[in-house]
């Protein structure tokens, strides 16, 4: 089995229910088990519209600013519309965010470049195996919400790509 393949093993393994895998070769065995998905109910108003082709939710951003005042409402809803566009794109496993393949070489992605489907975005090394994370989506970066060299979540926001870019 060869690293290409544990890779998609692992992304099967992240995408799906499944808590357990095991895969036993004549010269090799591998077992991927993961604690099952706590299943907390969250009630929400005005969800956005997300394609059943997405993987990941696309969710306004936190970070945009809304005018309180109400004089400006056009304003507001272009800022609100705006947001609704911006995609999360998420971390698929636990370890270390890397932004380039080496401290010397530039980041495979900057604020404001466009990314295509499957163009490599960062690195997560995981138990000693660097991971290059491919793009789901096409679109622009607008944000970069962790630094270089440090440790993510399973699920954890990386970037925000606007999806209409």
Excluded: W
């Excluded at 789901?136 to 944000?143: A, C, L, P, R, Y």
Aim: proline share 5%; with cysteine.
């Amino acid at each position: 089995m060869d690293f290409k393949e544990i890779q998609d093993l692992l992304k099967l393994v992240n995408k799906t229910d499944l808590t357990e895998v095991e895969i036993e070769r004549e010269d090799f065995r591998i077992l991927i088990r993961r604690e099952p998905a706590e299943r907390n109910v969250v009630y929400t108003t005005a969800q956005p519209v997300v394609p059943h082709s997405m993987s990941h939710q696309v969710m306004p951003s936190a970070h945009v600013e809304v005018a309180e005042s109400g004089n400006d409402a056009a304003a507001q809803d272009k800022k609100q519309s705006a947001a609704s566009n911006l995609f999360e794109f998420r971390s698929p496993m636990i370890g270390t965010f890397y932004r380039s393949s080496s401290p010397d070489t530039d980041p495979f992605v900057k604020v404001g470049d466009h990314i295509e489907k499957g163009q490599v975005v960062c690195i997560i090394e995981a138990m000693k195996l660097f991971n290059e994370i491919e793009s789901e989506v096409e679109g622009k970066i607008v944000k970069i919400l962790i630094e270089d060299a440090q440790p993510v979540e399973y699920d954890q926001v990386l970037f925000l790509v606007d999806v209409n870019a």
